[in-house]
Structures are given as C-alpha cells and as structure tokens.
C-alpha cells in the first residue's frame, strides 16, 4: 500500500509537476503585477477620486487573493499528503507493537523499513519541493520584485512619493 501511494507521488510529479510549475508561476506574476498596479495607481494619486479607487482597489485585492489563494491551495493539498504518510510510520509501529502472530510483526518491520526509505515529496516538477518553507520562499520573491518595480513606479520630479530620487 505504502509503495503505491509513493509510487502515485512519482507518478503526480511527472505528469502535473509542468502544470504546477506554470500554475504557481502565472499565480506570482499575477500577484506582482496587481502589486505594481496598486503602486502605480497610488503614485498617480488615483485616491483623490475615492470612487475610482475603492473600486481599484477592490478588483486588486480580489486577483491578489485569487493568486494567493491557488498557491497555498496547491502546497496545503501537497503538504497535507505528505505528512498523512509519514503518520503511516505511527501506525506500523503500533502494529508491530501489539501482539501479533510473527507473520503479521515481519510484514509490519517489512513496511517500517519501506517507510523510514521511500518518503513522498511533491514537487512542482523537480525543480522546488512544494511545502510550507516555499509559501515564505515566494513572499520574498514577491516582495524582491515589488523593490525592484518600485523603483519604476517613483517619479523623480515629485518628491515625497513612494522613493524620491533626486535629478
């Protein structure tokens, strides 16, 4: 059982690990462009028009939160399968714990020994393992870009916005 739920892991990395890669990469470039949006906008003094900006600001948060949403989704669901199999070796020890006839005890060591091997490990097409460290990997990636793009967004002849530089 345990060696076709590793087996199934292998088998979602090949097949969905691409469509992962380019899932979470849309889903950040969408979160780093609705970012800028806001900063440009906000630079632009869209708020003296409250009407225009709360409705702005309300269709970036929503796409915001949509690409936010789709990439916790995708490294809860992962995390989530990964740690159900590694509590498959709490159980095994129980197994081998409890008095058993020895055919069902050398099974149980058996399976022990496959699990303390072959851990599942999703990942977006080998290229990051997707699990909750990544979700912190991609705020900073998120707010690196936002730094850089900031420094596009400031106008040098207004100083006191966002980064004021002088000519």
């Excluded at 087996?7 to 470039?29: E, M, P, Q, R």
């Excluded at 159900?84 to 020890?93: G, L």
């Excluded at 851990?119 to 699990?131: E, I």
């Amino acid at each position: 059982m345990y060696g076709m739920l590793y087996k199934v892991t292998d088998a979602i990395n090949i097949v969905f690990g691409a469509i992962l890669t380019a899932t979470i990469f849309v889903s950040l470039n969408d979160i780093i462009i609705y970012m800028f949006y806001f900063m440009e906008a906000t630079a632009a003094r869209l708020f003296h028009d409250l009407e225009k900006y709360v409705v702005f600001l309300t269709y970036v948060a929503w796409q915001m939160a949509y690409g936010i949403g789709i990439i916790y989704l995708i490294v809860y669901v992962s995390e989530r399968a990964v740690n159900a199999a590694q509590n498959a070796s709490f159980i095994v020890h129980e197994i081998m714990n409890i008095d058993f006839n020895p055919a069902v005890k050398a099974e149980a060591m058996q399976l022990s020994i496959q699990v303390l091997h072959q851990k599942p490990v999703y990942t977006a097409h080998g290229l990051y393992v997707l699990n909750y460290p990544l979700l912190y990997q991609f705020t900073q990636s998120v707010y690196t870009s936002l730094i850089i793009l900031l420094q596009f967004v400031a106008d040098n002849n207004e100083p006191g916005l966002l980064l004021s530089t002088t000519n």
